[in-house]
C-alpha cells in the first residue's frame, strides 16, 4: 500500500484545514486507515483512526470535538478535517494504514505510512 498525504499549510488559531490521504496497492487488505502527527521534539502520536469497511472512526481526546475522520472507499481517499485548530496543533501529520486488528491508537500497529504534511498554526 502506498501512501500519499496532502493539505498541510500555515493557518492563524481558529481556522479550519482538511488533509487528505490517496491510496493506492492492495487497500483491500486495509482494516483501518489512521492520522498520526508529530511536533519538533516530541513522540509521534495518534490522532485519529476510521475502519476501511464499517467506518467506526476513533479520536485522540486532544482532538474530539475539533477533528473529524472520513473515508471514501470508492477512491481509495481518507480525509481529516480540523476545525478550531490551536497552535499546539502545530505539527507534520502522518497517514497510515494497518492491516490487523491491534489497537488503532498504538503506531506500531500500522504497517504503512505516507510521507507527511505540515501543518503550521500561528497565534
Known amino acids: 500500500v502506498q501512501l500519499q498525504a496532502c493539505g498541510g499549510g500555515l493557518v492563524q488559531a481558529g481556522d479550519s484545514l482538511r488533509l487528505s490521504c490517496a491510496a493506492s496497492g492492495r487497500t483491500f487488505s486495509s482494516v483501518h486507515m489512521g492520522w498520526f502527527r508529530q511536533a519538533p521534539g516530541k513522540e509521534r502520536e495518534f490522532v485519529a483512526a476510521?475502519?476501511?469497511?464499517?467506518?467506526?472512526?476513533y479520536y485522540a481526546d486532544s482532538v474530539k470535538g475539533r477533528f473529524t475522520i472520513s473515508r471514501d472507499n470508492a477512491k481509495n481517499m481518507v480525509y481529516l478535517q480540523m476545525n478550531s485548530l490551536k497552535p499546539e496543533d502545530t505539527a507534520v501529520y502522518y497517514c497510515a494504514v494497518k492491516d490487523n486488528y491491534g489497537r488503532v491508537e498504538s503506531l506500531n500497529n500500522y504497517n504503512y505510512w505516507g510521507q507527511g504534511t505540515l501543518v503550521t498554526v500561528s497565534s
Open positions: 476510521v475502519s476501511w469497511r464499517g467506518g467506526t472512526t
